[in-house]
C-alpha cells in the first residue's frame, strides 16, 4: 500500500491510446496528472493495430513524431473484395498509415505521457468512485484511494466508471464483435509474391462473409493479424458459426490468390468493440467532473471500425476542455466537450459515417452493387483509399456526397464491372 497522499488535478483511468494521450497533453499543460492502468505497461489489446494517416498524422503533430518508430509494416495498398469476389486492387495514393502491434504502440504512448510529468500507475485497477472534501475519490480494488480535481475515464469498451457517475451505458445494438488471431507468418516473402502480383504491398479486405462488417488480413512483420468484426446482434445471430466462418474466408482466400497456401490459424481473440452510428448518449458528468474518451465514448468509425483516431483526438480534446473549465473557473465549461467532439470528428464520423455505414451495409445487394460502383469509378477509389486512411477530417462526408450524387452512374457502372479492377 502506498504511503503518500495521492491528489492530483486529474485523474485519468485507462492507459490505452485516448488515455495515454489525454495524460500526455494535460501534463504538457501544467496539470499534476495521473495515468492509472489495471494491466502492466507493455499490454496487448486485441486489435487490427492500423493506426490510419489521420491518427499517425494527428501524434505526431500533437504528440511526438517518435509514434512511427512503433510501424512494424507500411502498407502501400488496399485489395478490396465485394460479396461475389469482384476485386479492387488499389494504391493508398500517399494516404496509408501504419500496422503495428498494440502492445508496443501503446507503451509508447503510456511512456510519452510519463515523460511529460503524468504519475503512472500499472496493475492498478479502478474499481469504484465517490465525492469526498471537493475531489472526486478513486477507489482500486486493494483499497487505495486517489483524489482528482477532474477525472477522465478511457477504460475503453467495457468502461463502468461511466455508468456509475450516472452516464447511459452503450445498449447492445452500439457493439460489435471481432474473432480472429494475431499468429505468425511469413510476411517478408509473401510481400514479394504480392509485390509481383498485385503491384503493391496491400491489406486485404473481404466485405461479405458477415452482414454490416467485414473481414481483414494486416500483414505485419513476420505474422498477420486476421480478424472479422460485424454487429454484436449480428454476430449473436450466427449461432456458433464463427469458426466456419473464420475458415471460409481463409479458404477463399486461397482460391483468390491471396495466399499460395492456406496457413494453419485458429480463433484464439475475440473483442467487443462499439460499432454504431452513435457515440455515448452522454460523454461528460459535471457532478463527478468527468468526461469519457475513446471507446468508453463509443468512439469508433461505423464504417471502418477505426477506433484509434478518435481515442487520441478525443484524449487532447479533454484535456483542452479541462483547461478550459480551470482557466474560466466555470466547471460547466466541461459540457462544452461534446461540442468540441462534435466539430472535430462526431458530425463527420457519425452524422456521414452513419449514412454510409447504412448506405453500405443495410443489405447484401446493396453492398455488392455499391461495392461494384466504386471500383469502377476512379474517384471514388481514391475516395475509399482516403476514407481508410482517415485522411481527413471531413472524409465520411465527402465520400458520402459523392456516392449519394453519383448513385445513378455508380449503379452503371456496377453493372457492368470487371472482375478485377487494378488502379496501381
Ligand atoms: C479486433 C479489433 C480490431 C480493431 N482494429 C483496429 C484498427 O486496426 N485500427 C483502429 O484504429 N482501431 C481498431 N480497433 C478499435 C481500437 O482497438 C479501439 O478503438 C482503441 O483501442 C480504443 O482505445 P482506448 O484507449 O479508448 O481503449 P483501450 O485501448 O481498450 O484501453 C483501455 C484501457 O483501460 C484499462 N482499464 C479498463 N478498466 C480499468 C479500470 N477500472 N482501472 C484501470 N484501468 C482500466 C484497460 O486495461 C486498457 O488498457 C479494433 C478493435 C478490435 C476489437
Not at 485489395?79 to 502492445?103: A, K
Not at 466537450?337 to 457519425?350: C, I, L, Q, S, T
Request: hydrophobic letters at 40%.
Amino acid at each position: 500500500m502506498r504511503e503518500k497522499k495521492m491528489v492530483y488535478d486529474i485523474i485519468v483511468v485507462g492507459a490505452g491510446p485516448a488515455g495515454s494521450v489525454a495524460a500526455y497533453t494535460a501534463s504538457r499543460l501544467g496539470f499534476k496528472v495521473a495515468l492509472i492502468e489495471r494491466e502492466a505497461k507493455g499490454r496487448d489489446k486485441y486489435c487490427g493495430g492500423g493506426i490510419s494517416k489521420g491518427a499517425l498524422d494527428f501524434l505526431v503533430n500533437n504528440v511526438s513524431k517518435e509514434v512511427r518508430e512503433t510501424a512494424e509494416t507500411e502498407p502501400d495498398g488496399f485489395v478490396v473484395f465485394s460479396p461475389s469476389n469482384r476485386t479492387l486492387i488499389s494504391s493508398f495514393y500517399g494516404y496509408q498509415g501504419i500496422l503495428v502491434r498494440r502492445s508496443v504502440f501503446d507503451a509508447k504512448l503510456m511512456e510519452l505521457a510519463e515523460n511529460a510529468g503524468a504519475e503512472f500507475f500499472e496493475k492498478t485497477a479502478i474499481a469504484s468512485l465517490s465525492k469526498k472534501d471537493g475531489y472526486v475519490a478513486l477507489r482500486t480494488s486493494g483499497g487505495e484511494e486517489f483524489l482528482g480535481r477532474y477525472i477522465i475515464v478511457a477504460t475503453g469498451v467495457w468502461d463502468s466508471l461511466g455508468e456509475k457517475a450516472g452516464i447511459p451505458k452503450l445498449s447492445k445494438e452500439q457493439f460489435g464483435h471481432c474473432w480472429g488471431t494475431e499468429a505468425s507468418f511469413p510476411v517478408d516473402s509473401y510481400a514479394k509474391y504480392w509485390r509481383e502480383e498485385l503491384g503493391v504491398f496491400p491489406i486485404f479486405i473481404f466485405f461479405g462473409p458477415v452482414k454490416s462488417g467485414y473481414a481483414w488480413f494486416f500483414p505485419k512483420a513476420n505474422h498477420m493479424n486476421f480478424g472479422i468484426g460485424t454487429t454484436l446482434v449480428e454476430s449473436s445471430s450466427l449461432g456458433g458459426k464463427h469458426a466456419t466462418i473464420f475458415n471460409n474466408v481463409l479458404e477463399n482466400a486461397v482460391r483468390l490468390g491471396v495466399f499460395r497456401e492456406k496457413p494453419s490459424f485458429n480463433i484464439d481473440r475475440s473483442l467487443l468493440i462499439p460499432f454504431s452510428s452513435k457515440p455515448r448518449q452522454t460523454l461528460y458528468s459535471l457532478n463527478y467532473r468527468m468526461l469519457l474518451v475513446g471507446d468508453a465514448a463509443g468512439f469508433v468509425h461505423p464504417v471502418t471500425g477505426e477506433g484509434i483516431y478518435g481515442a487520441v483526438v478525443s484524449g487532447w480534446l479533454a484535456a483542452h476542455s479541462v483547461r478550459e473549465a480551470e482557466e474560466t473557473g466555470e466547471i460547466s465549461r466541461l459540457a462544452g466537450y461534446e461540442e468540441k467532439v462534435w466539430e472535430k470528428f462526431g458530425r463527420d464520423m457519425f452524422h456521414y459515417g452513419g449514412k454510409l455505414a447504412k448506405l453500405l451495409y443495410s443489405s447484401r445487394t446493396g453492398l455488392e452493387i455499391g461495392l461494384r460502383g466504386i471500383m469502377e469509378d476512379g474517384r471514388a477509389v481514391r475516395l475509399l483509399a482516403k476514407l481508410l486512411g482517415h485522411a481527413d477530417e471531413k472524409v465520411s462526408e465527402e465520400m458520402y456526397n459523392y456516392v449519394l450524387r453519383n448513385i445513378p452512374s455508380l449503379a452503371i457502372k456496377a453493372i457492368l464491372a470487371k472482375k478485377v479492377k487494378k488502379y496501381v
